[in-house]
């Protein structure tokens, strides 16, 4: 025999198992000794959408003809075979039940199957699923995951499943209420059950509970999730949950493990106090009527409120002392929440403030802050920031009148530019950018992100260049993202170059390509006023440092096309009196002045 | 000093390895705390293939030690860069494979026998890498695969599973 068919049975199925199913299938027709090892394959998996293509090619039903061929397939399997994983998605006709279906479903059970993953797809009746999980009379010991989609579950008694470490439900009808009493499982995932109402967990291992519900219908009952089982939950996520303030007094403060929590689309929730003693990180979305958040636990280090639109909740936080990344999205936070509570937050390194629409003027001085973003505060009108270990700043809105204060070297900042609505005229737009930019002069890397507006509007027209000051002298590194390159690069790169005159690189970045140009210098920046008569330089008169023009030695430039690449060499031969080359992406070509 | 072992191949050929190594195989582990593991460790596998399995379990040692003595500083580029060394490695060593079949299923029975789960799901990966997309006739050929069946029975199971057998 060959080595690959010598080789023991269930390092053949090791291999089979890495193989998607069509391929797995596909061993069965190799050879005698291939085609039993894959009768005693201890996986399977009927899945109809992969299949269906090939059956609606002939005659009949596809969903009758999947149906047979699962139980013709099952038939032929080799007997006594125990299964690893049994997957079935099937689409079935409009019944309540198919002998098939149940048969197969059997079958894994009786082949004591670990994995059991059952989806049914059918048109649902008055809004409901209706196939029905076959009544299972004895035990199952044998699953330890269980996953169920599109059923109805009114025979469901997971009690039987003494063995379950975890068990999903997704898309199921006909449960109005679970209980719990696996002391084996450690996952429980629930995920839009309509008319499910109550949930006891009253023994188990759980680590892990999620719970989503349908989209929230205003007149659902209440959900009652009777949590006393469930001591040992690390991780809790609820989405859409009817419950009231009341479950959270009742349960939130017995789960002492607890130390993940996401709360999402609660709209029952007027009022939570989080009291936590292990409790690291903590989300809140769209709570719409949450009225305040009280958080007690030590323990935190991430918190992020993602307000809905509706309302804001008020947010006591002043027990979190270790608390490193704060997300605002949304929030009802004030400039004096902001002064009070982020000096006291010791350990703070990510901050993000996000549509916080009641912020006006804010201060934060804070000497751990690594990261902070600002983003879309609509009536910000100041911020003063001082953090001497500020590396990352991001700032998206309207250009604000004062900004940094910062003492880091090692800054890289990021603005997403807004234009100003209302009657700015084009004077004071370009006063204003300029004044904005030049808070930014001292950053290791400054990215303009103008892919929300035109980029005509970082183009200074030349009378402003003549009448302003250039902002960023200090700034070696400049990125632009845009997200339509202008017509005339070279338009845009004068401004650049004026923004900032003795840059080291550009970078221009549109739909992820990103074109640069770096510069080198020939020697101090400073030059005598009689060697640019001499050089017929009348730019930076009476300016002790100079521009590019001055001492600019070597330009390389890389991925411009081919007249882009002509007119900007063009025109660096042209202004740039000591420069001797220009490289581009292809060929350094040299200048003989 | 790392305590060493000394395993002796079923050609007879002594190979010195430090234990944390070799204690990768759940089967050498076992001799070793039984105790029959006394001066050398025969083991029913051959020179040639053992070479290449200590080659696998030093590259794994390697990898593990170095990321336990690593802390926090630039930790991510660096484990870029390593991830990047693992995959080169890991490469040369499937093309290897992939080349001379005899050493890679010598490797997967010494892999089977030895219990070294990772480079066994490794293996098993890599034929399946091999298998997956190919149809029956390639398949056969790159394993000189017989094909035992008569063509009315070849014919009967591809219906069985004709969705299979589309491209």
């Known amino acids: ?67 047979n061929f699962l139980s013709d397939s099952l038939r032929r399997r080799a007997p006594n075979t125990l299964l690893k994983k049994f997957r079935l998605h099937a689409f079935v006709p409009n019944t309540k039940s198919d002998n098939r279906i149940d048969e197969a479903i059997n079958y894994a059970l009786e082949h004591e199957v670990k ?51 975890e068990f999903r439900l997704e898309d199921c009808d006909g449960l109005k209420s679970l209980k719990i009493s696996n002391p084996q499982l450690q996952n429980l995932k629930i995920n839009s059950c309509s008319g499910l109402f109550q949930i006891d967990i009253e023994e188990s291992n759980l680590k892990t509970f999620s719970f989503k519900g349908k989209n ?38 017995e789960l002492l493990l607890l130390e993940n929590l996401k709360l999402k689309g609660c709209n029952t929730l007027t009022n939570i106090c989080i009291p936590s003693p292990s409790l690291k990180a903590l989300e809140i979305c769209e709570c719409n009527v949450l009225e305040e958040i009280e958080i007690l636990a030590p323990k935190l280090e991430s918190f992020a409120y993602k307000g809905g639109s509706r309302r804001a909740a008020e947010l006591l936080i002043s027990d979190c002392k270790f608390l490193k990344n704060l997300e605002l999205d949304y929030a009802n936070v004030t400039d004096q929440w902001v002064g009070n509570n982020v000096p006291e937050l010791e350990f703070l390194e990510n901050l ?22 600002l983003i879309r505060c609509l009536r910000l009108e100041e911020a003063v920031i001082d953090g001497r270990n500020l590396v990352l700043f991001r700032y998206n809105g309207r250009l604000i009148r004062s900004l940094l204060s910062i003492d880091s070297p090692g800054l890289e900042a ?96 549109s739909n992820s390509e990103e074109k640069t140009i770096k510069f080198e210098y020939a020697k101090a920046k400073t030059m005598l006023a009689m060697e640019d008569m001499a050089m017929n330089l009348s730019c930076c008169q009476g300016r002790i440092i ?10 390389s430039m890389a991925k411009f096309d081919n007249s882009e690449n002509e007119r900007l060499m063009e025109f660096f031969r042209r202004e740039a009196v000591k420069l001797k080359t220009i490289v581009t992406a292809q060929t350094p070509s040299s200048i003989s002045k | 000093m790392a305590i060493m072992y000394a395993l002796k191949s079923s050609d007879n050929e ?9 204690e990768q195989s759940e089967t050498i582990k076992k001799m070793i705390e039984d105790g029959a593991a006394t001066g050398e460790i025969p083991l029913q596998v051959s020179s040639k293939t053992l070479a290449k399995v200590l080659e696998w379990c030093k590259q794994r040692q390697h990898k593990t030690v170095e990321n336990e003595n690593d802390d926090n500083k630039g930790k991510r580029k660096k484990e870029r860069d390593e991830d990047d060394d693992i995959k080169e490695w890991e490469n040369k060593f499937s ?28 293996l098993c990966q890599l034929v399946a890498d091999m298998v997956a997309g190919k149809m029956p006739e390639e398949i056969r050929r790159m394993f000189n695969i017989e094909n035992d069946f008569t063509p009315e029975e070849e014919k009967a199971i591809t219906a069985e599973h004709g969705w299979a057998f589309q491209p």
Request: proline residues 4%; contains cysteine.
């Open chain 2, 14 to 22: 002594i190979f010195e390895v430090e234990q944390k190594v070799i």
């Open chain 1, 546 to 555: 100079k521009c590019w023009r001055h001492c600019l030695s070597k330009v």
């Open chain 1, 352 to 373: 993000i403030l996000s549509h916080c629409n009641m912020l006006e003027r804010i201060i934060i001085s804070h000497e751990q802050l690594k990261s902070f973003q």
């Open chain 2, 95 to 122: 093309d290897e494979l992939k080349a001379d079949k005899d050493v890679l299923f010598d490797l997967l029975l010494a892999s089977n026998y030895l219990d070294l789960p990772a480079l066994l799901s490794f």
């Open chain 1, 216 to 253: 929230s219908n205003r007149n659902d009952q209440e959900l009652k999730i009777n949590m006393v089982g469930a001591k040992s939950v690390y991780n809790l996520e609820l989405w859409r949950p009817s419950i009231g303030s009341k479950w959270f007094e009742d349960y939130a403060s």
């Open chain 1, 115 to 165: 994995e059991l993953d059952l989806e049914i797809q059918a048109r649902k009746i008055n809004g409901k699923f209706t196939y029905k999980l076959p009544l299972i009379l004895l035990p199952v010991k044998s699953v330890t995951l269980f996953k169920l989609k599109g059923f109805n579950l009114e025979n469901l008694d997971l009690t039987k499943f003494s063995s379950i470490e």
């Open chain 1, 414 to 509: 990021e603005l997403i530019l807004q234009i100003n609505q209302g009657t700015l005229t084009n004077a004071d737009w370009y006063k204003g950018l300029r004044d904005f930019l030049g808070y930014f002069d001292h950053c290791k890397l400054l990215t303009i992100n103008c892919t929300n507006m035109d980029v005509k509007y970082l183009i200074f027209p030349e009378y402003q260049r003549e009448n302003l000051l250039p902002p960023l002298f200090d700034i070696k590194h400049l990125k632009v993202k845009v997200h339509k390159l202008p017509q005339d690069v070279l338009k845009l790169v004068k401004s650049l170059l004026w923004l900032s005159p003795l840059l080291e690189a550009i970078s221009i970045i």
């Open chain 1, 1 to 67: 025999m060959d080595r690959f068919s010598d080789l023991p049975e269930h390092i053949i199925h090791h291999v089979m198992s890495f193989l998607p199913t069509k391929d797995a299938v596909r061993t069965s027709v190799l050879s005698k000794r291939f085609r039993s090892t894959w009768n005693s394959f201890p996986i399977i998996d009927f899945n109809q959408t992969c299949v269906s293509s090939f059956l609606r090619r002939r005659d009949g039903n596809v969903k009758e003809r999947f149906l």
